[in-house]
């Protein structure tokens, strides 16, 4: 029953596990770079996530061919390929202010930067 | 920053093949896997690659500050102006089907998402060697 | 080595994990084709996506056309993010230099 279950949602399961390794990172870890590292991982788990809800049973690719019926869905792949971008456009933003950080304040220590 | 003659003429000979292979998949978007965002990545890396193997001088005499800058106004200005095109038709905004081309409207979507993919791939491979080169150029000085 | 500020994150997380876990549990089976995301709008953009703008791929058609404002607003978010990279990675070089 339980492993039936895994087996089936295999993929969500991986989504929500790596989710809790990025949170981890981002509570746990000091330094600001492996902060960063684990905002990325959290985000890919939601690209994960949404990719997996588009599967269908059975589904080709999203690319129209004469003898195919069932296609996955086209929605998510379209949205997670926004978010790659914009998480992109967000790590470059952050490890930017990593950069002024370090040259301000000479470390990367999240506790020490609170003391400041 | 460690490179040997032995990267520099591998990167030289693969870098030209990854360019046109990101300027396929940007035009092959429409009918293929792949699209703007893709391709423009795959541009981006190769120019990645060259300061990686050479350094980033050379990067930057490829595609000067200028040229990126040009670069990445151009292809969200085209975007844009796509769309107001399609105001000036007389349509909604990036209503597409609108534009008076000789054409069926469909085949005029189809285009217009052709050039909207050519704006997105232009925007993508100047702002991932730009954003790169910068965060370097930093690491350098 | 088990360190005493590392437990209360790591119950946190259990936390959470728990209640993703049992979130995962109430969804429709991975692969189910007749899950809610399947039956509201995707359906027509796989029917209709070809006739309409005559390209065969439905990703490509949905992002640039169908969700062209999506797409817009995302490329504003980029070439915003890369203008304060610029602003503040360039700007002041350029400043020190003069």
């Known amino acids: 029953m339980i492993l039936e279950f895994i087996a089936v949602n295999f993929p969500y399961l991986v989504s929500v596990s790596l989710l809790l ?23 890919t788990s939601v690209f994960l996530y949404l990719i997996s809800v588009a599967y269908k049973e059975g589904g080709a690719p999203p690319i129209r061919v004469s003898e195919v019926e069932v296609y996955v869905n ?21 490890l930017v202010l990593t950069i002024k950080i370090y040259k301000e304040y000479g470390t990367l220590d999240s506790d020490k930067l609170m003391d400041l | 920053m460690m490179t040997t003659v032995v990267i520099q003429t591998i990167a030289r000979v693969v870098v030209p093949f990854l360019q046109l292979f990101g300027l396929y998949i940007i035009v092959h978007g429409p009918v293929s896997p792949g ?9 981006g890396a190769s120019m990645i690659l060259l ?27 085209l975007f844009a102006g796509i769309g107001l095109l399609c105001l000036l038709a007389g349509g909604v905004f990036l209503e597409y089907g609108i534009i008076p081309l000789p054409m069926v409207p469909a085949e005029v979507r189809g285009l217009m998402i052709l ?13 991932a060697a730009s954003l790169f080169l910068h965060l370097a150029e930093e690491h350098d000085t | 080595m088990i360190r005493a500020k590392h437990v209360v994150p790591v119950l946190v997380l259990l936390g959470i994990g728990i209640i993703l876990t049992m979130a995962v549990i109430d969804m429709p089976a991975f692969g189910d084709p007749e899950a809610p995301a399947h039956r509201h709008v995707a359906p027509r953009y ?34 915003a993010a890369g203008a304060a990279v610029l602003s503040l990675l360039v700007g002041r070089k350029l400043k020190e230099e003069s």
């Open chain 1, 21 to 43: 390794v990025g949170l981890y990172a981002m509570i746990v870890r000091r330094n600001l770079i492996k902060k960063i590292m684990g905002l990325n991982i959290l985000s």
């Open chain 1, 74 to 94: 086209p929605l998510p792949h379209a949205l997670v390929l926004t978010g790659i971008v914009v998480a992109l456009a967000l790590t470059s933003f952050a």
């Open chain 2, 35 to 43: 699209g703007g965002f893709q391709g423009g990545v795959i541009v």
């Open chain 2, 51 to 77: 300061a990686l193997s050479y350094d980033l001088s050379s990067a930057e005499t490829k595609v000067s500050h200028k040229v990126r800058i040009a670069m990445d106004s151009t292809g969200a200005l």
């Open chain 2, 115 to 127: 050039l909207v993919g050519v704006a997105i791939g232009i925007h993508i491979m100047a702002l």
């Open chain 3, 46 to 79: 796989i029917a209709r996506a070809y006739e309409e703008t005559g390209v065969p791929n439905m990703v490509t058609a949905v992002l640039a056309d169908y969700r062209g404002y999506d797409t817009l607003g995302e490329l504003t978010v980029i070439f």
